[in-house]
């Protein structure tokens, strides 16, 4: 995963990473209009999923409330985003 502008990646090695901007979500997006849990990344057998939990996640400019995540995939959460890679 790495953010639009501040080019920093993150290796997803978990099971799953909660998306939001609670202090506990692991993919941490600050911001009024992020929901606390907006969504799930899922790691499983065939690749990664997403789980949408608020209106506000888009992918691709898109809501999603469950899909699969593709090399490339613009996620966004309120004015927040980041791109998913795949190597």
């Known amino acids: 995963i790495a953010p639009e502008r501040e080019k920093k990646t993150l290796v997803l090695d978990k099971a799953y990473y909660v998306v939001g901007s609670?202090?506990?979500?692991?993919?941490r997006l600050p911001g009024l209009l992020v929901p606390a849990k907006a969504g799930v990344i899922v790691k499983g057998?065939?690749?990664f999923r997403i789980l949408?939990?608020?209106?506000?996640?888009?992918?691709?400019?898109?809501?999603?409330?469950?899909?699969?995540?593709?090399?490339?995939?613009?996620?966004?959460?309120?004015?927040?985003?980041?791109?998913?890679?795949?190597?």
Do not use: K, T, W
Request: net charge positive.
């Open 22 to 27: 609670d202090e506990s979500a692991e993919i």
């Open 45 to 47: 057998d065939h690749g």
């Open 52 to 87: 949408g939990l608020s209106r506000r996640l888009r992918v691709n400019g898109r809501h999603v409330a469950d899909g699969p995540l593709a090399d490339g995939d613009l996620v966004q959460v309120g004015r927040r985003r980041f791109r998913f890679c795949q190597s």
